[in-house]
């Protein structure tokens, strides 16, 4: 039975990732949307598909247009802010009690 509790993503908007596995392997952009029902994000530059629009009201000639799809959340990692390269998250207290994110090598907080 599915639950209401929400789960928690490593993965948030504005956030820099690596893909780390799939036809984008390697890349890395910005997230710009999470879906946390579907836990897919769309990131800048990856996953780019073609789509065929039709001639509507709207616009008038319709075209071929490229655009980010949804990427599942499990193939990509945060980049270290440090070094740049792929890195688990940790959750720690900061100075003033407050929960923040900071990657696992370098220790760094995320912002």
């Given at each position: ?12 908007t504005g956030d820099n990732v690596i893909v ?12 710009l949307s999470v879906d946390k029902e579907n ?46 390269k792929a890195t688990r998250i940790g959750r ?20």
């Amino acid at each position: 039975m599915a639950s209401n509790k929400q789960t928690k993503l490593h993965v948030r908007t504005g956030d820099n990732v690596i893909v780390i596995s799939g036809d984008d392997k390697r890349k890395s952009g910005k997230v710009l949307s999470v879906d946390k029902e579907n836990q897919k994000a769309i990131v800048e530059g990856i996953n780019i598909v073609t789509k065929h629009n039709k001639p509507t009201a709207n616009v008038p000639n319709g075209g071929i247009v490229k655009k980010e799809a949804p990427i599942h959340i499990s193939k990509l990692m945060i980049a270290d802010p440090k070094t740049g390269k792929a890195t688990r998250i940790g959750r720690k207290e900061d100075k003033n009690g407050k929960m923040v994110r900071y990657a696992k090598q370098s220790g760094e907080v995320i912002k």
